[in-house]
């Protein structure tokens, strides 16, 4: 039985009906290739469209694609592209573990260096140098160590922190240095693929006052295709307020650069740097973060203009240069900023962070933010929302929102338990257009994910396992192979690197009823 509406849209034009195809989420396509073959032939087509697209715009999606065999031209009956676009852990009901054991592993932030690169695990031990690891064969004798620091401390205090995009893979080293305030960094580049070092990148090169220099700390560092963000903040007094007799004019503002390379087989003599974005939210540097994100598209920061305001999402379009300040339609003010520092106009747009549900809490501060990849307009931000007053054992309620940044709008929000840090309680990371959320609960911990299209997270019927309390997931990495995470104990000074695998064959359609929205 084919229902009036079937067979209007079967007569239309296979063009037409593929555009328009293109605009409906994963659960519609679902729903409408069970109707009849002609519909799922021409919902396949949007299926292999989208995955091929995905392979285009986000390296990752490529690797993973290509080591699962996918090709666009294959046979629409027997494949697995429905469970690609919506996101295959949605059917993933048990996974199959193995591990690598690191002992006497003291690092105090493991997750921060630890990245997959393409079959590559990469991680940290000690802080004191890279390794890295073939993601099948973790229980092996393979892989090798990339880079030693032997001059950091036996028990090093500031972690490593490791960025990967493409066959680009940044170390940030920090040591410390008697007159500087956080200690002297080293940025050091590799190549993931071929494991050779690059050279070594310099932000602090066009900083030449003394005291800039010894107040300077780098935050974040983000990539995207042929880029690479490096967030400078600096200490304005630590000793006198902000409001107090400070000159204005004579604090050094925090800065984010932007150094372009090719991502995809660096070399030294392609690296530079390209422009130096000022204007931050916030001249107190104790209401900056550090957190900044970059695409093809936006950059974003976040920060607190005063202590007394909200958390504010800034974002800077990469390639609009406005002669005139523009006013947004949608959440805050866009405007253009000329400062000396910037070798040119920048777009800039305002965001406030603002929680939907009617939560009790008396604060909300933004722990964690990240920008989608490729040419996305979505920022993942989680929050911790202040409980003390009402719950003795927790101080806070975590929630997870996704903003549209360009529109001004929240998209979705999640909220995923209490706890008395967000580290203790979820992981975020981006692959592709999917946002991945690892929450725990007790000794397991649960898998969300969204996507554009979707209107909450759903979540995956796999579980992730942890152990007792002194145990914690602190990093975490999925694709469509699976599963890579770091699990973590302090006290025993031991860190496991796990892979986790579908242990059944992914279903040839995903149930509409998996992934609508409830």
Known sequence: FTSTRDKMLTTLPPELLF????????????????????????????????????????????????????????????????????????CWPRLARSEATIEGDSNVSVGVGCVVASNKVFCCPKARGVQWRHRSRLGEASG????????????????????QHHNTLVVKALESHPGFRRGDYTISIFNSDTLVKVGNMNPAENIKDVKSLSEMEIGNIAMCDDVIVVHIMFDVNQENDIDEDVDIENIRENETQLWSIKTSDPKLSDLHLLKTIKHPLAFCSLLDPGLVSVNNKIIT??????AFNLNQIQWFSRDQVCPEPVISKFGGTLKTNGD??????ESVGYLPVSVLSSYDY???????????GGDSEYIAVGLELGIEHRDKDHSYLIVVQVYHVTRGQVVAEGEFGTTNHIDEKIKMSWF??????????????????????????????CKVQVGSVHWGIDWVWGDFEGLVAANVNFGLEQT???????????????KAANIEDS
Request: positive net charge; hydrophobic residues 35%; proline residues 8%.
């Open 432 to 461: 592709g257009p999917h946002l991945l959320v690892l929450s725990r609960q007790k000794s397991t911990s649960s898998l969300y994910s969204w996507q554009p299209g979707f209107t909450c997270f759903q979540v995956s019927p």
């Open 144 to 163: 090798g160590v990339l880079v030693e620091f032997d001059h950091l401390p036996e028990y090093n205090r500031y972690p490593l922190h490791v960025t």
């Open 19 to 90: 555009h328009i195809n293109t605009f409906l989420p994963p659960p519609s396509l679902s729903s409408l290739s069970c109707t009849c073959t002609t519909l799922h032939t021409a919902v396949h087509q949007a299926w292999t469209s989208r995955l091929a697209l995905q392979s285009s715009l986000y390296p990752a999606v490529r690797y993973s694609l290509t080591r699962l065999g996918w090709t666009k031209d294959h046979d629409e009956w027997g494949c697995e592209c429905s469970q690609l676009v919506a996101g295959p852990w949605l």
């Open 340 to 345: 000396e520092g910037a070798t040119e106009s």
């Open 362 to 372: 008396n604060r909300a501060s933004v722990r964690l933010a990240s920008l989608g």
């Open 301 to 306: 920061r976040i920060g607190t203009p005063t």
């Open 496 to 510: 496991i690197i796990q892979t986790y695998h579908p242990v059944q064959r992914l279903r040839k359609r995903l």
